[in-house]
């Protein structure tokens, strides 16, 4: 009796390789574009939260944005009117996995957003355009600017210019318009 020795042939195996090799890659950029959706949805909720600020500031007269890091994540909260009617919207942005920054007319450096130094931003009433960046809120709801010495000494008043969100290596970033109160996507 004879016996038969069979196997796989070289082809049979190139093609093996080949499937498992497609359903790697396949893999591998779409757990890589699930990590991004997190950086993009942070992205589109802090521009869409902006745009209604702006809306509601030029409508109400008092309205902000505040975006804070947290022990669990970043979050954003919204503002809206005065005492009795004001409404305020606590929303979760993102993990700490994620980091969030921002920049400044004065000096163009990032600062992280941490628990000693979150972003609060708000409108002008009569223009729309953004108004200095937000120190603190006195008790009667009158916002405190943030403010720089200038190389001539004169005071003045400091904007954010951007926010930067950024995942392990990918970062999108949102460019603000001080002038126009405008906000647009950056990928």
């Not at 093609?15 to 396949?26: D, R, S």
């Amino acid at each position: 009796m004879r016996q038969r020795n069979e196997g796989f042939s070289l082809i049979e195996l190139i093609v093996v390789i080949a499937i498992m090799t497609v359903l790697t890659v396949g893999l591998v950029m779409g757990l890589s574009s699930v990590f991004h959706m997190e950086e993009k949805k942070t992205v589109e909720t802090i521009c869409g939260k902006l745009n209604y600020t702006q809306n509601s500031a030029m409508a109400k007269s008092f309205a902000y944005i505040a975006i804070e890091r947290e022990s669990d994540g970043y979050y954003i909260t919204l503002v809206e009117g005065r005492g009795e009617r004001q409404r305020k919207e606590h929303k979760r942005l993102c993990s700490l996995e994620t980091t969030i920054s921002y920049t400044t007319s004065n000096d163009g450096n990032v600062q992280e957003i941490d628990e000693t130094h979150p972003l609060a931003l708000t409108y002008q009433k009569t223009s729309g355009a953004f108004a200095p960046m937000i120190d603190h809120i006195e008790e009667n709801d009158t916002f405190v600017f943030v403010s720089y010495q200038d190389e001539e000494g004169t005071a003045r008043d400091c904007y954010c210019t951007g926010i930067v969100v950024t995942r392990d290596d990918r970062s999108s970033s949102i460019v603000l318009y001080p002038k126009t109160g405008k906000c647009e996507q950056e990928q």
